[in-house]
């Protein structure tokens, strides 16, 4: 369990039920605060009201920082990202109903084009439309005074998405955050992207799974499933201690996920 003698990692959480924010936000907050998660991702679907948000908000806006996590694969055909804005805007408005300490602090984008069928890692078409979209709503968001955390599988820079890895981090994010989903490796997994990001002061959140094994193909050295939080808060200090010299951050997914780890279902 984490204690109080553990170092911040600015821990976030990613969150995509929408029962989070609906049923039982104070028991929702007690679990944050145990496992002093720092930040929260959350995804806000359409079926979401924007007073149920609000209220959400303004419930757990003053204990942790909250972002909203969005993507869909389909987004990167659009290089003007049209789709992305338009759920920008929802949370710009819904910004303006909130006092500055509850807002929503930016945009968690988790666009995954390598997840449709028929992908093509060499479609230059595509990769051009993703990159400009991308860099589009980052500098969307930027106006409007929120981050964007952009969030990239760990192999793009050894499949052929080098030159649109180094335009997210250079052009299209405040931070970012790597699916760093293979355990033993995580630190040779990141070194192209830390040292982009290091080179633009990007900071990087790297992301540990804890779904079980065989929930969305993934395996066991996939995920910390069996071994737990502090096997992954271990991981995570090695590769502060390597890459020392930035900012490394740690994320949780998903809150289900950590549930059952921990024993709270």
Do not use: C
């Not at 939080?229 to 809150?255: C, M, P, R, T």
């Amino acid at each position: 369990m984490v204690n109080e003698n553990t170092p911040s990692h600015r821990i976030a959480l990613f969150s995509w039920e929408r029962e989070i924010v609906t049923t039982d936000v104070e028991a929702t907050v007690d679990f944050l605060k145990q496992y002093e998660i720092e930040r929260l991702f959350q995804s806000f679907s359409s079926r979401l009201s924007d007073e149920e948000i609000v209220r959400f908000m303004e419930s757990v806006g003053g204990e942790v920082d909250v972002y909203r996590l969005m993507g869909t694969p389909e987004w990167a055909f659009d290089e003007e990202a049209t789709s992305m804005i338009r759920e920008a805007d929802r949370v710009i408005a819904l910004n303006e109903q909130l006092p500055e300490l509850y807002q929503i602090k930016g945009l968690v984008v988790d666009v995954e084009p390598y997840t449709m069928q028929d992908f093509d890692w060499d479609d230059r078409d595509l990769q051009s439309s993703f990159s400009k979209g991308m860099v589009r709503l980052f500098q969307y968001l930027s106006i409007h005074g929120l981050e964007m955390i952009t969030v990239v599988p760990y192999f793009y820079d050894t499949k052929g998405y080098r030159e649109v890895l180094d335009i997210l981090i250079r052009e299209a994010s405040t931070e970012l955050a790597i699916m760093n989903y293979y355990r033993e490796s995580e630190v040779e997994n990141m070194r192209y992207e830390a040292g982009v990001a290091k080179e633009e002061g990007v900071p990087i959140t790297t992301i540990y799974e804890f779904k079980p094994a065989g929930e969305h193909d993934l395996t066991e050295r996939n995920t910390y499933h069996l071994l737990g939080v502090e096997a992954a808060l271990d991981n995570l200090l090695e590769i502060k201690s390597i890459y020392h010299n930035q900012e490394i951050f740690g994320a949780f997914h998903d809150f289900k996920a950590l549930r059952e780890v921990v024993g709270h279902d």
